[in-house]
């Protein structure tokens, strides 16, 4: 066993060897990896190996794409032999209007990644399958590029391939200790010898949970039991000539494909799931299965047998029963892990066959600090401690059952929750409010009226747009408030401070007293961090950034602190807020103080300390929402208590609460873009339309790189899209954009501005492109929409109301 190696990987499952080979091929063959077992052992070697392009989240489509070309294209070459991918394609059957939404949202993103996405009726689907019943289908797509593989006769050629470039693998090698040591780096201890290494990697599967305990951190999965069974021959399929296609539909909750010449049937249980392990893993356990346990199944089976008759007519040959490992929102756990230098976490999937391309994003993760697509719904630090064994079990349960169910954008399911409530939580719910969970943390969508108490699943305009239009006049006309404790909040001060965030922003940073907002990036320019930064004092720093990149950003600040005198404190949980805005939000809030709060005393974007009522309040002069405003931040203790007092100051003006639906229509009208939407880790600040915000005149991390962007054209830059038609449907994000039938771009995301009365998005699209009054279309769920592109805010954008 080798003493040094620059990366060790532990886990030789379909994960480890695909970043294995990756790391190889992108120059690094200093690697290292070590499995317990033999290479597969654990979920892959017994996972039915599905791969599809039918996926929900646009960033997993892509994995799942290049993972398919990967298996078909990129392995036959290199190693010369024929691909052992099975390109039978994959049938999806909708029932209900908002699969067909759905299905056309995913139609429309798909043209983006260049899969063949096709909506057949159907006749065309009887003749892929002849095998099927789709008498009840009210929407059926064909992915013909799809297939299934099996994952040993991908992963063993791929561990070959990292060999040929250098890697190393040690198989039946136990690792039973990680220690970090003073140098940085890591010292991985197995039962065959030490290995001292500058990155770990945990790959581990099933024993991910272990392997971070190793280290101290958390790892949010859960193993569960899933079943398959393969049938005995069926003389149709015999008759055939040709292999059926993979269908899977949200009726029956299971996969169904050809095996040989049978069936292969997994059910996803709507209900009874089992989770395993809960009390840890054995660490003998290797290859093994459980006992079948068909009685489970059989509600599943019967309607299985509705759709595909011939199922009932064979007898089961074979039923394979073992654990998959599935996260609190069924994504991947990728990426950095926070609080710690090196150590990375790859595992959690719940389909790791299909999504064994991420290797390939993972190294470039590693090797480069940030990767060619956006991976901010699969990095592994969004997750923190909250993330607990109770919650993740929970949740595990919920993704498990819910794997074939239609998704829709204001689906809002109770799993697991309230986890991480606001201090104002039990109060909005006497308010009527109903939240949905960031992150775990609560936030309110929208408050329920006499006349709107629910809405429906819908990718259309529910029954809550009516009630967020009102929320939005509310705002314009009088004053609203919302709870923002939702936020992540951070201290950072010491001698260093202004130095520290001075190499970290890529704006200057603002006087004392004032307020600005900025981003950090990575040396290779793309967007880490979206950051308001106040400044209380010459080296005393408040800032604040999305809840969903709490502890991302903490570990950016953390891991870019060495050299400095500073301190860096996360508030997330200590300091809660709220924003009062509208025209009349000065006049109640300056009765709870004797401080001046008059525009020329307390200007936009200046921050001060005031006693509101009996409590220190630091008050940021600044509105998300587009009107007067003021961002009121203080220790949570204290929130309730003055959000009370200040409901009854402003009973006569007539306040209403207000939530985020009706937040993101006033931001859109604004123009103010979002991270996660708009920034993005793969893209920089001069494409996201920031460039005023850019000092490049300063040397900052990445500022070279932006000089270079600033000296190439780019190839995307962000638009903002006013529409021209009153067609009940907004963006979610990575819609199609069209000019005169060509493919120019996708969009980030949008909503109806109540105040404009007309519907709004950004999109990244081709520069050349950008220009004012261009009119475009729009593939969405509700399908082809008009607008055009507007260079200002269609809302106050000369900010005078913000002024005032």
């Not at 009726?251 to 169904?256: C, P």
């Not at 954008?409 to 109770?414: E, F, G, L, S, V």
């Not at 301190?567 to 809030?589: A, C, F, V, W, Y």
Request: net charge negative; hydrophobic share 35%; glycine share 8%.
């Amino acid at each position: 066993m080798k003493s040094h190696a620059r990366v060790v990987i532990i886990g030789g499952g379909s994960l480890g060897v695909n970043l294995l080979y990756h790391l190889t091929k992108g120059g690094w063959q200093d690697v290292v990896l070590v499995e317990k077992g033999e290479l597969t052992s654990g979920s892959t070697w017994h996972a039915a190996g599905l791969c599809s392009n039918f996926i929900g989240n646009h960033t997993v489509a892509q994995i799942h794409d290049y993972t398919i070309k990967l298996y078909n294209e990129i392995l036959p070459e290199e190693t010369g032999e024929k691909s052992v991918f099975h390109q039978c394609g994959s049938i999806r059957q909708g029932f209900t209007k908002v699969e067909e939404e759905w299905f056309k949202n995913l139609e429309s993103r798909s043209k983006n990644i260049g899969f063949e996405f096709n909506i057949v009726s159907k006749e065309e689907a009887k003749k892929l399958n002849p095998l099927m019943n789709f008498d009840k289908a009210r929407i059926i797509v064909s992915t013909p590029n799809d297939g299934h593989v099996d994952p040993t006769s991908v992963v063993m050629p791929l561990s070959k391939l990292a060999r040929d470039n250098g890697a190393e693998i040690y198989r039946f090698t136990q690792v039973t200790e990680i220690k970090e040591l003073r140098s940085g780096e890591w010292e991985v201890i197995t039962d065959k010898g030490s290995i001292t290494t500058e990155h770990v990697v945990n790959a581990a599967g099933c024993f991910a949970r272990e392997i971070g305990a190793m280290v101290g951190t958390n790892v949010p999965l859960t193993n569960l039991e899933h079943q398959y069974l393969v049938t005995e021959t069926h003389p149709d399929i015999e008759a055939l000539g040709w292999e059926l296609p993979v269908c899977r539909d949200s009726y029956s909750s299971a996969y169904i494909r050809q095996e040989g010449l049978g069936f292969l049937v997994g059910p996803y249980e709507m209900w009874g799931s089992r989770p395993w392990a809960l009390g840890g893993m054995d660490w003998s356990f290797d290859r093994e299965l459980f006992e079948p346990n068909l009685d489970v199944l059989m509600p599943f089976l019967e309607r299985c047998f509705e759709l595909t008759p011939k199922f009932e007519e064979v007898g089961v040959k074979t039923v394979v029963n073992g654990p998959i490992t599935h996260t609190p929102d069924d994504n991947i756990l990728a990426g950095p892990v926070a609080g710690l230098r090196n150590f990375w976490n790859l595992c959690g999937a719940s389909i790791g066959i299909a999504q064994g391309g991420i290797g390939k994003y993972m190294a470039q993760w590693m090797q480069y600090g940030q990767t060619e697509i956006n991976m901010a719904s699969l990095d592994t630090r969004r997750f923190g401690d909250w993330a607990d064994k109770k919650y993740c079990t929970i949740k595990a349960i919920e993704s498990y059952e819910n794997m074939y169910a239609a998704g829709a954008p204001n689906d809002n399911r109770p799993h697991g929750r309230p986890i991480r409530c606001s201090p104002l939580y039990a109060r909005l719910l006497e308010h009527g409010a109903v939240h949905g969970a960031v992150q775990g943390y609560e936030k309110a969508l929208w408050f329920q009226t006499e006349s709107v108490l629910r809405e429906s699943l819908s990718w259309s305009h529910s029954e809550a747009i009516a009630v967020a239009g009102e929320e939005c006049n509310a705002v314009r006309e009088s004053v609203g408030v919302i709870d923002i404790s939702g936020a992540a909040k951070f201290r950072v001060n010491g001698p260093d401070a202004a130095a520290y965030l001075d190499r970290l922003s890529c704006n200057k940073l603002p006087r004392v007293g004032r307020i600005s907002l900025t981003l950090f990036h990575s040396p290779n320019g793309g967007i880490m961090c979206e950051m308001s930064i106040s400044r209380m004092d010459e080296n005393d720093f408040y800032l604040v950034s999305a809840i969903g990149s709490e502890h991302k950003d903490l570990h950016w600040m953390q891991s870019n602190a060495e050299g400095f005198d500073v301190n860096i404190e996360n508030l997330t949980d200590s300091i809660s807020s709220m924003l009062i805005t509208g025209p009349k939000s000065r006049e109640i809030l300056q009765q709870m103080t004797e401080e001046d709060l008059s525009h020329e005393n307390f200007p936009w974007l200046c921050v001060r300390n005031i006693k509101l009522d009996s409590a220190a309040v630091t008050v940021l002069r600044v509105s998300y929402a587009g009107e007067l405003g003021y961002e009121l931040h203080m220790p949570s203790y204290q929130l309730l208590s003055i959000y009370d007092s200040m409901w009854r100051k402003a009973e006569p003006y007539a306040i209403r609460d207000f939530g985020g639906y009706a937040f993101n229509s006033m931001r859109m009208e604004k123009m103010y873009r979002a991270y996660g939407n708009e920034f993005t880790e793969e893209i920089s600040g001069f494409e996201a339309g920031m460039g005023r915000f850019i000092d490049t005149s300063r040397d900052f991390i990445g500022c070279e790189n932006l000089k270079s962007r600033q000296q190439n054209d780019y190839s995307i830059e962000l638009a903002y899209l006013v529409f021209d038609d009153d067609i009940a449907c907004e963006c979610y994000g990575n819609e199609a954009v069209y000019y005169n039938g060509d493919l120019i771009g996708l969009t980030t995301g949008g909503a109806y501005g109540h105040r404009i009365g007309k519907s709004l998005a950004f999109a990244y699209l081709k520069p050349e492109m950008i220009d004012k009054g261009l009119e475009v279309t729009i593939e969405t769920s509700a399908g082809s929409r008009s607008a055009h592109i507007e260079m200002d805010a269609a809302y106050d954008p000369e900010n005078k109301l913000l002024r005032c």
